[in-house]
């Protein structure tokens, strides 16, 4: 059983082009999160979607910043017009429900690392 | 009120000994507090994690304890080794979201 898969693992962009990163969530999952982690700082949530619906959003910026989760292929975080201060991890998170306390962990993938120059 | 502190920053300790990371939390409403395992170049791991109705929860070397009134819990790794080293995040979150809040991250370094 795979794990979460995000790729890719490394991505470069110059300043104002686009950076998409592709998440495929584990087996049987159908809730997707997406998590930014700055150097030497703790993840911050950004979104959460479930299929071919975002459930909460409050996390991600207001611009430059969407995400999807189509019926079928991988959830896209996608940054448009990439600038210096967008370099970060980003990781995607996929769970079989959405409600923790019952127990149902959120797994993670490796993460995406998208440097700008 | 939806963050979540953690302390200490980072965290030497001798092969054997106990390591204790702390976080306290400001939202009532919070009732999942997991901990999460990350070495470098990797996505965060779940350790362990605790619902508000018990007061400790333990799992081989790891334990959590928490403690309702304070508003804080905290892991212990006993025995700690060196394989141990990482970066522990605690985390909380409202169960009917599934989102959830990180504290800031413990860097522990286990010395052989």
């Known amino acids: 059983n795979a794990g979460v898969m995000q790729n890719p693992r490394h991505l470069v962009r110059r300043r104002g082009q686009e950076a998409r990163l592709r998440c495929s969530p584990m087996?049987?999952?159908?809730?997707v999160y997406w998590y930014r982690q700055l150097p030497e700082e703790g993840l911050k949530f950004m979104v959460y979607l479930q299929k071919e619906n975002i459930i909460d959003e409050s996390g991600m910026p207001k611009e430059r910043f969407s995400a999807e989760f189509p019926k079928e292929g991988p959830s896209i975080l996608r940054i448009q017009q990439v600038v210096r201060g967008d370099s970060a991890a980003y990781f995607c998170?996929?769970?079989?429900?959405?409600?923790?306390?019952?127990?149902?962990?959120?797994?993670f993938g490796q993460g995406t690392r998208l440097t700008v120059v | 009120q939806q963050q979540v502190k953690q302390s200490p920053q980072s965290l030497i300790v001798q092969k054997g000994g106990i390591s204790i990371i702390n976080c306290a939390y400001e939202?009532?409403?919070?009732?999942?507090f997991p901990w999460y395992q990350q070495f470098p170049g990797k996505g965060p791991a779940l350790l362990i994690a605790i619902r508000p109705d018990v007061s400790e929860k333990k799992e081989g070397r790891f334990t959590i304890s928490f403690n309702k009134s304070a508003k804080q819990f905290s892991l212990h790794i006993m025995d700690s080794q060196p394989g141990d080293s990482a970066t522990y995040f605690c985390a909380a979150s409202k169960g009917n979201t599934g989102k959830l809040i990180f504290g800031q991250g413990t860097t522990l370094q286990v010395k052989p």
């Open positions: 939202n009532t409403a919070f009732d999942y």
């Open positions: 087996k049987g999952h159908s809730h």
């Open positions: 998170a996929s769970s079989l429900n959405r409600d923790t306390v019952r127990g149902t962990e959120a797994f």
